[in-house]
């Protein structure tokens, strides 16, 4: 049956679901605008500055593995107090980018720290470049070795320029086009896409000069150097001071959070490709919170986290991830959870899947038969002992049979065959099987011929192109629809 072996060999479509978590927060003081970069080669965040009482230039990094903040103490001269600023790494040099900032006044400084040698070290002083400036955004574009820097404002008013460091010469050059230009804003962020060598920016402030809040989405083509609106239907609202990170993972914008009409708590992801928004829908969203910091974090599970903020009028050293919920294990055939069967056909839903592989459980390898870092599907070895077990962190209990049936079935006239796995067809039970209540006609019931796993069953039931049937084998049951070609 050609759609039973694509469910063997290939994933089925399910979308996984995201949630957020609040780490643990022992270690920096509640702050707003305090930023966040992120190192895979030591998978730690790091957090510069903000403000809490007053402007700070702490620096801190967090380790995702053991979920722990630690305050750094790098030797030598380092940046002034601010908040507001923009923080990037650099991954060529393995060091953190800073730049621009406001405390008692704007800085327009450029200031590198060096992880392995816990130094900062100033590359460019204020004026050497853009104008001083608070609530810019910026990215580093790692194809060129830059830092590129649009927008923000002073107390002289608010800019449309963009502006690129040289990370190798430590200096700038003016790349803003002559026009098409987004309006002048602030209290924005900005993603780099590499897939598409293209930086885009989203929302902000435009006082003075247009809406405020705003809600448009524009992308600066890094081949052509021009800038272009991207429109779509369906947009979140407008809005300032939210939180925004690029997941390069599944190549998405992440939005959550933020100040318009509302202080908000939703979430949006904008896909570049199909050139769509879409709100998530996630369970038990985290409460409503504006000038917050995101960063995508490539482990453990691709997740996107988001620091500090106001929430209902109080600062937050909150860090939250939002990531796939932990790995689903369904039977393959129903796509149910719950207790399986050994011999069982399971499908494991996840992100971050380990590769192919021994897949062991109970001391028994199952059988992988596909496998990508969101879903496996894979046969229970028919000897696993019944128990309770983990399976990838998930608790799972082997019970002697949790049947399931596969949701097409075969028909000839009134002759049906289904096909069920986690029927532990080895050790014989009674079978029947209902229609709407009324018992069919059982003609065979046994394993599928070169197929381990699953069991066939031929039944005799009425014409229909879809049936929900109850199928009991012991004291075990399942009820499915099931559609019959």
């Known amino acids: 049956m050609r759609s039973l072996v694509l469910l063997l060999c290939a994933p089925l479509l399910f979308a996984q679901q995201l949630q957020f978590t609040t780490l643990p927060s022992t270690g920096p003081s509640p702050r707003f605008d305090g930023t966040i970069a992120y190192d895979p080669a030591a998978n730690q965040i790091y957090l510069f500055g903000g403000e809490d009482t007053v402007a700070r230039n702490d620096l801190w990094s967090f380790s995702v593995e053991s979920n722990q903040w630690r305050q750094l103490s790098p030797s030598g001269p380092k940046p002034d107090p601010r908040f507001g600023h923009t923080l990037n790494f650099d991954p060529l040099r393995r060091r953190l980018i800073v730049f621009g900032g406001q405390a008692s006044g704007f800085f327009s400084d450029v200031w590198a720290y060096d992880i392995a040698s816990n130094t900062w070290t100033r590359l460019a002083d204020n004026g050497a470049g853009p104008s001083r400036r608070y609530g810019h955004s910026a990215i580093l574009d790692t194809g060129r070795n830059r830092l590129v820097v649009s927008h923000g404002f002073t107390d002289r008013g608010r800019f449309d320029d963009t502006f690129a460091f040289d990370l190798t010469s430590n200096r700038w050059t003016d790349i803003s086009p002559s026009s098409g ?127 500090g903020g106001t929430k209902e009028s109080s600062k937050t050293a909150d860090l939250l991830s939002l990531a796939p919920a932990r790995p689903a294990i369904v039977n393959a055939f129903s796509q149910s959870p719950g207790p399986v069967a050994p011999g069982t056909l399971i499908s494991i ?137």
Not at 381 to 394: A, E, F, K, N
Not at 438 to 452: D, H, N, R, Y
Request: glycine share 10%; aromatic share 10%; with cysteine.
């Open 181 to 307: 230009r987004p309006l002048r804003r602030c209290l924005h962020h900005a993603v780099f896409d590499k897939a598409g060598d293209q930086m885009f920016i989203y929302g902000g402030c435009a006082s003075g000069f247009g809406p405020c809040p705003l809600g448009d989405l524009w992308s600066l083509d890094f081949r052509t150097g021009k800038w272009s609106e991207v429109r779509s239907a369906v947009t979140p609202p407008a809005r300032f001071h939210y939180g925004l990170a690029f997941d390069e993972a599944r190549r998405r914008l992440v939005l959550h959070g933020g100040s318009g009409a509302a202080v908000f708590n939703d979430t949006w992801e904008f896909n570049p490709t199909l050139q769509t928004w879409s709100q998530l829908a996630i369970p038990a969203p985290p409460a409503p919170r504006l000038r917050l910091q995101g960063v995508y974090a490539s482990a453990p599970a691709d997740s996107i986290c988001f620091f």
């Open 349 to 485: 839903y996840g992100n971050s899947l380990p590769p192919t592989g021994p897949l062991a459980l109970a001391g028994r390898n199952a059988e992988v038969l596909f496998a990508s870092p969101s879903q496996i599907n894979a046969r229970l070895s028919p000897d696993t002992p019944l128990g309770r077990y983990s399976l990838l962190g998930v608790p799972l209990t082997v019970v002697e049979r949790a049947p399931g049936l596969f949701p097409t079935g075969l028909r000839f006239d009134d002759i049906v065959v289904l096909f069920v796995t986690g029927a532990n067809e080895s050790i014989p039970a009674p079978i029947s099987l209902t229609v709407a209540g009324v018992e069919a006609e059982l003609l065979f019931a046994g394993p599928m011929p070169g197929v381990p796993g699953v069991m066939q069953i031929n039944a005799r039931i009425p014409l229909l192109p879809e049936a929900e049937l109850t199928l009991r084998i012991g004291s075990a049951q399942t009820t499915n629809k099931v559609t019959f070609q």
